[in-house]
């Protein structure tokens, strides 16, 4: 991992806030495994696997971007999940890495793609599709500019340098 990007991991307990970083780069959540995350076949769950993501979502979607006391209010909801299982996650010494990326912004809805990682072992890759939602009114909303520009901040990079 590159000293750039480890300036911009946020650790589950610390409670310490992670400073903003304007240019555009994934987001980094660490987790730890725990014996509570393991199933009957002393590996992490799939439903588990999938919470740690959704947990590194909240982290990047609700608790970054707010300022202290902001309340905290649902702003999106799951259209799709595509998870892919590379290898078994075990309990472990050391935390694994979700990194996630944001991209296909659209008018109301945008992919966010999560690896959850330990150097370069793989475990798990998920394809979420997000839809920006109204609770009131109980429908699908616009994006707003500030969620365009989180969107942006955790942007894909383009493959064509684009």
């Known amino acids: 991992m590159t000293q750039a990007l480890a300036t911009d991991i946020r650790r589950t307990s610390t409670g310490r806030t992670p400073r903003e970083l304007p240019e555009s780069r994934p987001h980094l959540y660490l987790r ?34 707010g300022l202290p006391g902001q309340q905290i209010r649902p702003r999106f909801v799951y259209a799709r999940h595509e998870l892919d299982y590379t290898q078994p996650l075990v309990v472990q010494p050391e ?43 109980r429908c699908s909303r616009r994006l707003e500019e500030a969620e365009r520009a989180l969107a942006a901040r955790h942007a894909t990079p383009d493959p064509a340098g684009r």
């Open 32 to 65: 730890q495994v725990r014996m509570s995350d393991l199933d009957a076949m002393n590996h992490v769950n799939n439903v588990r696997l999938l919470e740690m993501i959704q947990d590194a979502h909240f982290d990047m979607f609700y608790l970054r971007p």
């Open 95 to 137: 935390p694994v890495t979700i990194t996630t990326t944001i991209g296909d912004v659209r008018r109301s809805s945008f992919r966010v793609t999560s690896r959850v990682t330990l150097d370069a072992q793989v475990f798990c890759t998920c394809v979420s599709t997000a839809v920006a939602y109204d609770p009131d009114a």
